[in-house]
């Protein structure tokens, strides 16, 4: 019979658990969402989002007003964990899991036997091993059968994470075969897609795939927008033209890649197998250096525009719409501009965020302004995000200013 699970703690109240928290306890399942930061604890537990996720609000508040939701920076007693914590790399670009590894610790004191332990953090092949190893070393008095550990990795977009959460098809990867069907116990309570069960290390393996595949296909675009460059080509119509064919999708080029999936997760692929993994490594390369040929183009725009020229900064996103920067090659883009160019009044644009982030707050020469403002002082105007609010926008409000489109909207 499907196991029903009367309280599940979410470790890690970022945008994926806390998502992931308000909709488990809006459908009637008892939810104690754990995050380090007491700022975003007392904010979910007043109803508040702290950061832009369309349709969470409206869930999370009902949610903590139907007291199936509460939110502390200690880890409960619960029948179910989880773990939705980052997973960044190293400078060496291989997986840091000391946030697993810490929440880990934090699940091991409260075990009894029989809970479900879910590690939803996209992670390399052998994490949900290295998680359920580090709890059953903490407690020696349980064995590998006391517990159920799967990994079921997130396959949402920002911007549809309420929506593709219910909706989406959801890889479970047990330890066991008894943990993938808990797993999906849980997941049933919400989840609409397909559920398809395999072990742990496919399962983080296909996460890692999928974002892969993707990054090898937007490396194809952003090389193809450097060799046009060259060819006095322009590659958006290139690409329109030869999308025409039955056969080919070539998706838009870019300023880079950013995220905490694209950006990062190829690298999983490359550190676990680097001498089979020549492809996606070249990918990542390709993708990683586009910023600092965006730069080059600014750099060599600035040279002609007067001895302190203004540069209008459009977007600071990783994509389109949402407020998130993290791995975002515009702000990776801006940071390099204000060190490298002290001359220039860079006024970044960005009409998700209200402060200027702490990447760029130190620099005298960069000030978060208004569209309108930007456009009116710009000496050099670059589109680095394709948010609405800009593609809205006549080319005729551009003015004289010299423009760098790395999105195509103004072609």
Known sequence: MPRNFSSVGVIGLGYIGLPTAAILADHGVTTIGVDVSERNVAAVN???VPFVEPGLREVLERAVSSGTLTATTQTPTAEAYIVAV???????????????????????????????????STSPPGAT???????????PDLGAEDILVAHCPERVLPGRIMEEMITNDRIIGGLTPAAAEAA???YSAFAKGEFLLTDARTAEMAKLTENSFRDVNIAFANELSVISHRLGIDVWELIE??????????????????????????????????????????????????????LGR????????????????????????????????????????????????????EPHIQT????????????????????????????????????????????????????????
């Open 46 to 48: 007043k109803g508040e």
């Open 184 to 186: 999906r116990d849980l």
């Open 356 to 411: 200027l982030p702490a990447a760029l707050s130190g620099f005298s020469n960069v000030a978060l302004t208004d569209l309108d403002e930007a456009l009116q002082r710009a000496d050099v105007v670059v589109l680095l995000v394709d948010h609405q609010v800009f593609k809205d926008l006549p080319a005729a409000r551009l003015g004289e200013a010299v423009l760098i489109d790395t999105r195509g909207i103004w072609r």
């Open 298 to 349: 600014i750099e060599q725009a600035l040279e002609s525009a007067g001895p302190a020229p203004t540069v209008a900064l459009l977007g600071l996103a990783f994509k389109a719409d949402i407020d998130d920067l993290r791995e975002s090659p515009a702000l990776q883009i801006a940071q390099t501009l204000a060190e490298r160019a002290p001359q220039a009044q860079l006024l970044a644009v």
């Open 241 to 294: 033209l030869a999308n025409h064919h039955p056969r080919v999708n070539i998706l838009q080029p870019g300023p880079g890649v950013g995220g905490h999936c694209i950006a990062v997760d190829p690298w999983f692929i490359v550190d676990a197998a680097p001498e089979e993994s020549r492809l996606i490594r070249t990918a990542r390369e390709t993708n990683d250096a586009k910023p600092e040929w965006v």
């Open 129 to 139: 091993e290295h998680l359920a190893q580090r709890i059953l070393a903490a407690r």
């Open 86 to 120: 980052p997973t960044p790399f190293t400078e060496a670009h291989a997986a840091d899991l000391s946030y697993i590894e810490a929440a880990a610790d934090g699940i091991a004191g409260k075990l009894t036997g029989g809970e479900l332990i879910i590690l939803e």
